[in-house]
């Protein structure tokens, strides 16, 4: 089974999660863009959903494919986001943002009454970080903000890179839908997730981060032995 086949089946569980009518989280990224078309699918029969989608691409992507579209402030309160994931813990945290698009990802599914995380087993880990954290900062003060990082991470013990995020094959800097900078923190092992979340919320230059604790309601996660989800 190849990666894209894993990444459908996945998202094929996940959307018999999906009821008439529901008002749905869409998240980001290839395994999330799987789960757009096969809802636009099902929408194309005569499902009904109103979609609110976490990103720019997957906005184009819904549209494109006729997926209704609702902004959050539309539907402020959600019954459910699909979204994929970097890394997922036994505890179902996540690292999320390798796509960029972790602010809005968090912002929905925080509105949402449960979040449901579709991913192939190559991102479960026993402890998150070998995926570097994504770390949403203001292009204001940004050498301010990368000190303080550097500071919270060695307060905690972490070592690693921290690297601006760059455009894909251009000399700039990658600027997320929400307008901010990013940064890539290698720290290898994140033993204290809690504990580097609550640093870097602590930080005035810190827009968002790319750890989702706790907010995770299940992980559907496809293998090529079969689809399984852990909650
Ligand atoms: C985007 C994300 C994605 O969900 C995450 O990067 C997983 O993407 P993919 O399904 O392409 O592996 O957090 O910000």
Avoid: W
Wanted: with cysteine; proline share 5%.
């Amino acid at each position: 089974m190849d990666a894209r086949s894993l990444k459908i089946a996945a998202a094929e569980e996940a959307l018999s999660h999906v009821e008439h009518g529901m008002r749905l989280g869409i998240g980001t990224g290839s395994t999330a863009d799987e789960f757009v078309r096969l809802l636009a699918e099902k929408v194309a029969d005569g499902f009904a959903v109103q979609g609110v989608p976490t990103s720019e691409r997957t906005a184009r992507l819904c549209l494109e494919l006729g997926v209704p579209l609702f902004s959050l402030d539309d539907l402020p309160e959600l019954d459910l986001t699909i979204d994929g994931a970097d890394e997922i813990d036994p505890q179902l945290c996540l690292i999320k943002g390798g796509g960029g698009a972790h602010l809005r990802e968090k912002i929905v599914a925080a509105a949402s009454e449960r979040m449901i995380v579709i991913a192939d087993e190559t991102k479960l880990v026993d402890v998150l970080g070998a995926f570097p954290l994504p770390i949403e900062v203001m292009p204001f003060g940004l050498a301010a903000t990368r000190r303080a990082v550097d500071k919270l991470a060695e307060r905690l013990g972490l070592n690693g890179t921290i690297l601006q995020r760059q455009r894909q094959g251009k000399d700039e800097p990658y600027i997320t839908d929400g307008g901010h900078f990013l940064l890539d923190a290698s720290f290898g092992r994140i033993p204290e997730a809690e504990a580097l979340a609550e640093g870097l919320a602590a930080i005035p230059g810190v827009v968002e981060h790319g750890l989702f604790l706790n907010m995770a309601d299940a992980a559907i996660i496809a293998a090529p032995a079969g689809v399984r989800t852990l909650t």
